[in-house]
């Protein structure tokens, strides 16, 4: 699933971690509230932010969900670093890559790149706030930091090399291949990487999860 598709699952769901947790993205931080997130398309990691999720009133009298998230691009190591609490949350946030998105009542806004994290500061934690024992955090970090260095280890047996992709020992050379590939003693997270290269000459017999 797309990091589009994924932000779009989160609209509507903030609160529901168990649904949250299908579409692989973590919270790290709960508060009174879920805050943070670990996202990944395949091998890719992102933090997303919440800087604002609740009910207003418009200006029309009808009220309406407001979720507002930042995304900034990431790696594993500075996922690792910040739950370790080597980093500070906005360190952690701060990217030559991140924008913000949004969405209100049923109105899903575009990307708009944030190109210095002092345009949204007084919405983020201020410098030295870390994960450590001061700060309150319903989270699991040490499980959570496990199960993506766990799906972090699985990408990196991926390679792509010359319009070849290898997984394990399956090696398959022509893109241009016709017969449907099996993939059924294969698990999901393999197929569903295939599919996105070959499409739907890729063929499995269980339902993919992403």
Do not use: W
Request: charged letters at 25%; hydrophobic letters at 35%.
């Amino acid at each position: 699933m797309s990091i589009e598709n994924k932000i779009n699952k989160m609209y509507g769901n903030m609160n529901n971690l168990e649904i949250l947790n299908n579409y692989n993205c973590r919270a790290l931080l709960d508060i009174s509230e879920p805050l943070m997130f670990v996202l990944n398309e395949l091998n890719k990691y992102y933090f997303a932010y919440t800087l604002q999720n609740r009910t207003a009133l418009l200006n029309n009298g009808t009220k309406a969900d407001i979720t507002e998230l930042l995304i900034v691009n990431t790696s594993v190591s500075e996922i690792k670093m910040l739950i370790e609490g080597q980093m500070d949350i906005k360190a952690a946030l701060s990217s030559d890559d991140m924008y913000r998105v949004g969405k209100i009542g049923n109105k899903v806004f575009p990307k708009k790149y944030v190109y210095s994290i002092d345009e949204v500061e007084n919405r983020i934690p201020e410098n030295g706030v870390r994960f450590d024992c001061t700060l309150p955090n319903k989270i699991n970090l040490k499980k959570i930091l496990h199960m993506i260095e766990s799906e972090a280890k699985v990408y990196d047996s991926f390679a792509i090399n010359e319009g070849r992709v290898y997984i394990d020992d399956i090696q398959i050379e022509d893109i241009q291949v016709e017969m449907p590939i099996r993939m059924k003693k294969y698990n999901h997270l393999k197929v569903n990487y295939l599919k996105k290269i070959y499409g739907d000459r890729i063929e499995e017999n269980n339902e993919i999860h992403y």
